[in-house]
């Protein structure tokens, strides 16, 4: 369970994120929509502890993300692809990841595999991934520590169409094993097939929320 409340930032004078109130509950994926600039990143930083609220609260099964012991065993997360240590391979950054949270090296192989990483790629520096490679390489960072709660910024962007078909699968059946995503775009066509749910922004606001049939009858 992911709960936003009253949540606000602001950075001088912009107001990057005014006063969202939404909940994801687990067995769902809500798509988080919006315009570039409408505050989608800045609100699952403040979710994932990366950049403190102005003010309101963002919790994850009604802990704050700062204050949940080994944080990546509950929340995997993928903000920010390019922030990845280029030089290192796909391998040994998941290794590394995976001493940090304290998961055996074996699952780090696993991820990889799962991901569609393994064998040439997990040799290869990071930084000769191209953005889908890397968008990957994030995904199974995310799901490294085994979470029950996933928050996925952008993800499909750099995957191509049968990336996104494959990592809707992916996030389907983690939905339908009682895990909650929550998983930004600007473009609804990527996250309509995936979501049941929809959170729609717009400079800094929640605008519209509920199910695809919600919206549609401006409910
Ligand atoms: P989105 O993810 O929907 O594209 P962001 O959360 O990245 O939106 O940005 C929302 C607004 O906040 C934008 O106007 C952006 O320029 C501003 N913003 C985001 N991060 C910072 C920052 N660190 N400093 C100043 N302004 C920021
Ligand atoms: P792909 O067809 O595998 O999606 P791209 O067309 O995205 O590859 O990129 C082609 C090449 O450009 C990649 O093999 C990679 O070497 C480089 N490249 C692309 N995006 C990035 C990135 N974000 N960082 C580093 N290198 C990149």
Same mark, same amino acid.
């Given at each position: 369970m992911i709960e936003v409340t009253g949540l606000s930032k602001?950075?001088?004078?912009?107001?990057?994120v005014?006063g969202m109130t939404f909940a994801?509950?687990?067995?769902?994926?809500?798509?988080?929509?919006?315009?570039?600039?409408?505050?989608?990143?800045?609100t699952?930083?403040m979710i994932c502890g990366?950049t403190p609220p102005t003010t309101g609260t963002a919790t994850v099964a009604g802990t704050e993300y700062r204050k $949940?012991?080994? !944080?990546? #065993?509950?929340?995997? @997360?993928? =903000? %920010?692809?390019?922030?990845?240590? +280029?030089?290192?391979?796909? /391998?040994?950054?998941?290794?590394?990841?995976?001493?940090? $949270?304290?998961? !055996?090296? #074996?699952?780090?192989? @696993?991820? =990889? %595999?799962?991901?569609?990483?393994? +064998?040439?790629?997990?040799? /290869?520096?990071?930084?000769?991934?191209?953005?889908?490679?890397?968008?990957?390489?994030?995904?199974?960072?995310?799901?490294?520590? %085994?979470?029950?709660?996933?928050?996925?910024?952008?993800?499909?962007?750099?995957?191509?169409?049968?990336?996104?078909?494959?990592?809707?699968?992916?996030?389907?059946?983690?939905?339908?094993?009682?895990?909650?995503?929550?998983?930004?775009?600007?473009?609804?066509?990527?996250?309509?097939?995936?979501?049941?749910?929809?959170?729609?922004?717009?400079?800094?606001?929640?605008?519209?929320?509920?199910?695809?049939?919600?919206?549609?009858?401006?409910?």
């Amino acid at each position: 369970m992911i709960e936003v409340t009253g949540l606000s930032k602001r950075y001088g004078d912009v107001t990057a994120v005014h006063g969202m109130t939404f909940a994801c509950a687990p067995g769902t994926v809500t798509g988080f929509l919006g315009p570039n600039g409408a505050g989608k990143s800045t609100t699952m930083r403040m979710i994932c502890g990366m950049t403190p609220p102005t003010t309101g609260t963002a919790t994850v099964a009604g802990t704050e993300y700062r204050k $949940i012991a080994n !944080p990546a #065993r509950h929340v995997g @997360a993928l =903000l %920010d692809p390019s922030a990845q240590h +280029g030089g290192r391979t796909g /391998r040994e950054t998941l290794a590394l990841t995976a001493r940090l $949270i304290g998961v !055996p090296p #074996r699952r780090a192989d @696993a991820m =990889l %595999d799962m991901v569609g990483l393994a +064998g040439k790629a997990a040799r /290869r520096p990071v930084r000769a991934y191209s953005l889908g490679m890397r968008q990957r390489l994030g995904i199974a960072q995310a799901l490294l520590g %085994d979470p029950s709660v996933l928050i996925l910024d952008e993800p499909a962007n750099g995957l191509d169409p049968e990336g996104i078909r494959w990592m809707r699968t992916l996030l389907r059946g983690f939905a339908d094993k009682g895990g909650t995503v929550l998983l930004s775009s600007h473009l609804l066509r990527e996250v309509e097939a995936v979501a049941d749910r929809f959170v729609v922004v717009a400079r800094g606001r929640v605008v519209a929320q509920g199910t695809a049939a919600d919206l549609l009858a401006g409910r």
